[in-house]
């Protein structure tokens, strides 16, 4: 499987895995793609990943950022991290937004959220499986993640199922 090469990233996994602790998680990500609007959202005083850089739309991405943001209701950070997965062919988008997820996949790409970082970063040994149990505790527990229970079982079973 690997690391991933790279993906665009909207604001919901950054915050949830820093208020959970998971920051590590990112590392799974060679090069974490988000937009100004994302870095604007976050606010100056957060300390975005090493492997996280802004990056830039064209005019036809912030066109789309805006056809989005109104056609479906997404917020200005969600839509344009799908108008730049979409400029930078890039096929992966974290996001905890279930709207975001489905316009994502409705254009072609793959959506994730924070979860699936979790039990990725384990997989690919970034994370003990201790560690990452405690992460997933602590998004259901101190993250404004909302979090069901079903999901919370489903990435606890991906990382107790599967031996490094």
Not at 127 to 144: P, Y
């Amino acid at each position: 499987m690997g690391r991933i090469r790279i993906a665009a990233v909207d604001a919901g996994p950054l915050i949830h895995l820093d208020q959970a602790g998971g920051r590590r998680v990112f590392r799974v990500i060679r090069r974490a793609c988000v937009t100004t609007e994302v870095r604007r959202e976050l606010g100056p005083a957060f300390d975005l990943p090493a492997t996280c850089e802004v990056a830039a739309l064209n005019a036809p991405s912030r066109d789309l950022t805006k056809l989005l943001s109104e056609r479906y209701s997404l917020g200005s950070g969600e839509a344009s991290c799908i108008a730049l997965a979409r400029q930078e062919r890039i096929r992966l988008f974290f996001t905890d937004d279930l709207e975001a997820r489905e316009v994502a996949a409705h254009l072609g790409l793959e959506p994730h959220g924070s979860l699936a970082l979790v039990t990725r970063a384990y997989r690919e040994g970034l994370l003990e499986r201790t560690e990452a149990l405690a992460v997933l505790e602590s998004l259901h527990e101190r993250s404004t993640l909302y979090l069901t229970s079903e999901l919370l079982h489903w990435a606890r079973r991906q990382i107790l199922e599967f031996a490094p």
